[in-house]
């Protein structure tokens, strides 16, 4: 998906096996991905072991809200752009 440049296989495709391992043990970590799911990010998605949770969507005016409805919520949030062809 990525070599063929399909965003919405990637978004489709996002898994993490330690997700529900780690929502059992921190429920804040499922709290917020069903609110960025809610929000209508393209893929939700928590890193690693647990330490971030994170959306993706082609949309700015999603990321935009999330970005300021979180930050409101006092989570520590940040906006980024994936580098490469546009």
Do not use: W
């Not at 096996?17 to 921190?26: P, Q, T, Y």
């Not at 700015?60 to 546009?86: H, M, N, P, Q, S």
């Amino acid at each position: 998906s990525l070599k063929m440049k399909n965003y919405k296989q990637v978004a489709k495709l996002l898994v993490n096996d330690l997700e529900k391992s780690a929502m059992r043990l921190v429920p804040t970590i499922e709290l917020l991905k069903k609110e960025l799911i809610d929000l209508h990010f393209d893929g939700v998605l928590m890193s690693g072991s647990g330490s971030t949770v994170f959306g993706i969507s082609q949309k700015e005016e999603i990321c935009d809200y999330a970005f300021k409805e979180l930050r409101k919520k006092g989570y520590f949030v940040r906006k980024t752009r994936i580098l490469g062809e546009r």
